[in-house]
Nanobody, 126 residues
């Protein structure tokens, strides 16, 4: 599967942004998905993850209550919906996919993911 992340840009603190990640190829609904981010000088970290059918999700403490990770399997797209953005959310955001034989499994480690999008930069100004 090939992943194309988009939607990044410059936004003021307190604002909102939605990042789509479009997947090409077959059987998108067999992939668990994740959004990671990497801020300058920091390691890449998991922001949110979702299982194959979208009923289970995980959020990092730093974004819980502000970000959501809905997916639309009919459109082969997963989103990162971000609100109440903070300057510390500034980073390059990556979507990732992992083929999964089970419906409800979430993946937390970047080493578990098989496919990666190219990243999209989100800059939050204070």
């Amino acid at each position: 599967v090939q992943l194309q992340a988009s939607g990044g840009g410059l936004v003021q603190a307190g604002g909102s942004l939605r990042l789509p990640c479009a997947a090409s190829g077959r059987a998108f609904n067999t992939y668990a998905m994740g959004w990671f981010r990497q801020a300058p000088g920091k390691e890449r970290e998991l922001v949110a993850a979702i299982n194959r059918n979208g009923v289970s999700a995980y959020y990092a403490d730093s974004v819980s209550g502000r970000f959501t990770i809905p997916r639309d399997n009919a459109k082969n797209t997963v989103y990162l919906q971000m609100k109440s953005l903070k300057p510390e959310d500034t980073a390059v955001y990556y979507c990732a996919a992992r083929g999964s034989n089970t419906f409800y499994t979430l993946y937390y480690d970047e080493r578990d993911y098989e496919y990666w999008g190219q990243g999209t930069l989100v800059t939050v100004s204070s």
